[in-house]
Structures are given as structure tokens and as C-alpha cells.
């Protein structure tokens, strides 16, 4: 009976080992592998990004990010939006009514490809990386992003609060400002 009870020990030891296997390695690597929801989906499923998720419904870019091109992007709190709208009243139901407007606001927070923190946040020089919306944002060593807006709002330089949040079709980094073009 004992060695029936280490052959079943022994058998399950060695399945369950062949089927961990192949995952440290990765990890080992220092790997980050996709998440399993898109970008749209992690937003739209956390309470701190409705005034997003509403933006970005509002101006089509939800399906954009509902698919399978690759995105970094630098996604703006709730708190964000309402500070926002402290400094500018009546400015967010004024982007909701310019979907034009807003999606170059929304742009503005994205960039392509996968970019995790150590290829955004530069440990020694200011960062300038390249948005969709055809503007640059400069992330300093502090993971400070200086905005220089030329809407004529005031949209303060923004902190990252949070980074390398993985999804299958990119990298969530999230900040406490609004970017402004």
C-alpha cells in the first residue's frame, strides 16, 4: 500500500511539475506576458476610470481599444477629470459635446506599442515619446509627464501613479492629471 501511495505522489509530482515548468522560465526571464482582458475592458471594469470609459465611448476609441493593436496607455483617474473640471468649470461636459476635441484629449494619453515603465521613466534624462494624437509628452526621471497643453486650460503636470498594468493589447500606466494637446 505505501508504494501505491509513492507512485501516485511520485506521478502527480512529476504532471504537476511538467505543467509549471514551462511558466518559470518566463518568469525567470523577467517576461511580461499579455493580461487576459483588453485595455477597454481592465478600464471599463474599474471604478476609478468611468469618466474614461464615458470619453472613450463617446468618441469610438473603446473599440480601438477593445482590439488587438498593440497601445501604451496613460490613463487619467476619475479624480483626474474632477480636477480638471475644478480648474476648468463646465469643461467636461464641454469635451463630452466635442467628440472631436475630446478624442485628441484622448490621443493625447496614448502611444503605440507595449511600453513598460523602464522604457517610459528614464532613471537619468527626461523621456520624449511620441502620441497619437501627433503630440509629445516628456516623462522626467521623477515620472512626473510635463504638459504643455495649447488649449490654454490649466492642466498642471501630472503625475504616474501606477504602472505596468498588462493587458492583451497593451500597458496601462495611470496618471493623476489630464493631458492636454
Known amino acids: 500500500m505505501k508504494l501505491h501511495k509513492f507512485y501516485l505522489f511520485a506521478v502527480l509530482f512529476f504532471v504537476l511539475g511538467l505543467a509549471v515548468a514551462p511558466a518559470v522560465p518566463a518568469m525567470a526571464r523577467g517576461d511580461r506576458a499579455p493580461g487576459a482582458n483588453t485595455i477597454y475592458e481592465i478600464a471599463s471594469g474599474n471604478d476609478s476610470f468611468t469618466i474614461l470609459t464615458l470619453a ?3 468618441t469610438g476609441l473603446d473599440a480601438a481599444l477593445n482590439g488587438s493593436g498593440q497601445f501604451t ?23 463630452i459635446n466635442d467628440p472631436d476635441t475630446l478624442s485628441a484629449v484622448l490621443l493625447y494619453h496614448v502611444t503605440e506599442g507595449r511600453r513598460w515603465s523602464n522604457s517610459v521613466v528614464n532613471r537619468n534624462n527626461p523621456k520624449t515619446i511620441q502620441m497619437l494624437s501627433g503630440g509629445t509628452i516628456t516623462v522626467l526621471p521623477s515620472a512626473v509627464i510635463v ?3 495649447s488649449f490654454g486650460l490649466d ?8 504602472v505596468d498594468i498588462s493587458a492583451s ?3 496601462i500606466h495611470v496618471v493623476d492629471q489630464v493631458l492636454i494637446p
Not at 76 to 95: C, K, R, S, V, W
Not at 155 to 162: R, T
Open 56 to 58: 472613450l465611448e463617446t
Open 73 to 95: 496607455v496613460f490613463a487619467p483617474t476619475d479624480d483626474a477629470f474632477l480636477a480638471l473640471e475644478a480648474a476648468n468649470p463646465g469643461i467636461l461636459d464641454a469635451l
Open 147 to 149: 504638459d504643455t497643453d
Open 155 to 162: 492642466s498642471p503636470d501630472s503625475q504616474i501613479v501606477a
Open 169 to 171: 493589447n497593451g500597458v
